[in-house]
């Protein structure tokens, strides 16, 4: 049964080795090192093992049996074995998916693994305690550094970090288990300490594969960096730059009439819209920034429809970080249809990662391909370096024209590279500026929650340094709350906390035990008036989280806890082709965020689910999903994380906050971030004559997010990428 269960691991390579030998590239690589390191930390064959996964979860056998006996195998061993508790049994599965049969044996392996950040350092210890491993065991220390960089990098977003913070962390790492049970032989073991050495030597091991940088400051101290983040945070501010200083190009259609006809019905845009659309026909990048309901979503379909009825239209890419946000153009393009015949036969709406499949190769940089006329990225908030690069890149070599359209405002991407925020930073000041501000409020409906957003996004704006403080507000004060906010700004922050929680369309449950959650939750989700998104900060994270909680609903509304109900809400996992159902037999590409409805159960290993069609919005198709494949390849959706639900609407949004437990024990409080905080609620979706309403279960924690940007140190901007604004002439 072992061998069977090693089968479905994601992790291919041996394992024995240390991440010295996993991060070394190819012997035939003809490339640098660093390209080799595109995506995952392991990753020289990380687009051919995730392949050959995804073919193994859908393969009709290989998931039966997963489902029937892999599964529960794997969760008997954890739960009575390793004296695991249910949930964080089924929290470790979601996280390392099928990954967790290497667990028994080689438990450091996780800290490599997609996700493992959201597990702790002590839980592979617990299984390396059971196995009596070596305290001093080098798999044990190279994990420990490894993951301390990925801490750095991934987790706080940093370009540039002192080296000797990567020594702190690997040691408070490798002590923690100790402090923890200090009475097992293991955690005697670790007492012991002795660690420095040994992380000095793992540390020169990781920076001999070129996985990461030592170099040595002006003032003598040691910045690491990982180096594949630096070319990409350097080599997309260039070529963003390049696209910025491009002289004028020959206008994709004429402009008079063009633009004349986008002043009538039904564009109906305004003066301030047509000048914008005008730089679009003519530049190489422009960049549309603005806050919900500033008509950046009517602007670009009035672009696309229009340009699609000219005498010779251009090809168009619409393209976003998440399904969602694609769909939500094109959604907003097509209603201007509906009084024509006419077709989107020029433009295409996909992923950027399903953009950049086609167009990067192995070592991340774009191949010489053919771009469309025109691309259009947006929520770019979400854009990371690591996306950028080939984005602009292969742009820089063509004659295309990019447009991005964002609010910064909204979540930072998940990766390191806050693309959109320095954009803005580093051309606000400039005359004839690449970037065009929407700032006329076109929001037909005035939803007491409206003014709130507005408050907290220039909030967001003002500590990000992209807006100036308000008049007679003094940033410098030294006085700051338990928290770590400034005094202004919590000040702010109060005001709006006040705004909202008065507002006709808030319910809000303040004071709820941890217990009385769930059905709190479910009262609100089956008693309100139109289908309601759910949203939690956290994917595994904390207690309130959305693995569990989609559990703890699918158990109480549907009362199937071994199986699965019709109309069950799930949402995809993947980027990837899944099998129609109906009589074509045939593959069909969905991207990652793509929300469907379980209808039907053709065999005891399978079920059928309705999906947008990705060719017709206003049809849906038929797939296949195997649940052998549950909890990797998709999962429930009755709650999604903010960074899930982003380029999302609804007309009920719920927030999950903080239990009344909060207060005594950390581990229940739920945190947000004002950026977390300001996109949930954008999510907000007014209906005709009906306002949205918002419903928040428990305290709104808020996290401390004040980085300072200017740091030399803790660099988290883009390392000599843009170039300075003084230097730019347009």
Known sequence: MDTLLDLT????FPAHESVV?????????????????????????????????????????????????????????????????????????????????????????????????????????HFADYHHLAASDPERIHAAVFWAVQQQVFDHHHVRFPVAQIHKQANKMLEAYGELYPHSTFGRLIQRGGFQVAIQSAWNDLCKTHYTWDVVSKTGQHLGSITRVYYATQSSGQSAAQLVQAAPQPPLTDIAPFIQQLAAPPYALDARQQAIVEQVLQRRLTLIHGGPGRGKTHLIASLIHALEHTPTPPTVWVISPTARGALNVRAMTESLLRNSTDALTHTTFLTVHKALRATATTDGRPRQI??????????????????????????????????????????????IGRVLR??????????????????????????????????LRQLVEITDGLQALPSGVIRTSDITQPNGFPQWRQQVLDQAMHSLRTASTMHWTVSLPLADFPDALIQAFQTAPHPPLVLTPYRNARVLNATTLNRVMHDQLTHEPAGFALGEPIILKENGDYRRADSSNATVYLPNGTLGTITGFPSNDTVTATVPDPAMLSATIPITLFLGSFGTIWDWAYVTTVHAAQGGQAPVVILLGSPQEALTDPRAKTQWELHMLYTALSRLQDRPNQFGQVICLGTLDFRNEIPNFADPVFNKGWVKGWVSPDTLSL
């Open 9 to 12: 691991t994601s992790l291919d």
């Open 21 to 125: 030998h996993m991060l070394k590239p190819p012997d035939d690589a003809h490339v640098p090192i660093y390209e080799n390191l595109l995506q995952y930390p392991c990753t020289d064959r990380a687009t051919d093992r995730l392949a050959a996964r995804n073919a193994l979860l859908q393969d009709p056998v290989a998931s039966a049996f997963l489902y029937r006996w892999g599964w529960p195998t794997l969760r008997l061993r954890l739960r009575y074995r390793y004296g695991l508790s249910p949930q964080s049994v089924e929290q470790l599965l979601h996280i390392v998916n099928y990954s967790a049969s290497h667990l028994f044996r080689f438990p450091y392996l996780a800290a490599y693994a997609l996700d493992g950040h959201h597990l702790t350092f002590s839980d592979l210890d």
């Open 370 to 415: 053919i771009l469309p006329d025109l691309v259009i990225l947006d929520e770019a908030s979400m854009l990371d370096a690591l996306l950028a690069r080939p984005l602009f890149e292969a742009v820089a070599l063509s004659h295309s024209r990019l447009v991005i359209v964002g609010d910064a405002a909204q979540l930072p991407p998940v990766g």
């Open 422 to 455: 320095n954009m803005l930073q580093h051309t606000q000041n400039q005359s004839a500026s690449a970037v065009q501000t929407l700032s006329h409020d076109y929001r037909h409906t005035h939803n007491p929650i409206n003014p709130v957003l507005d408050t």
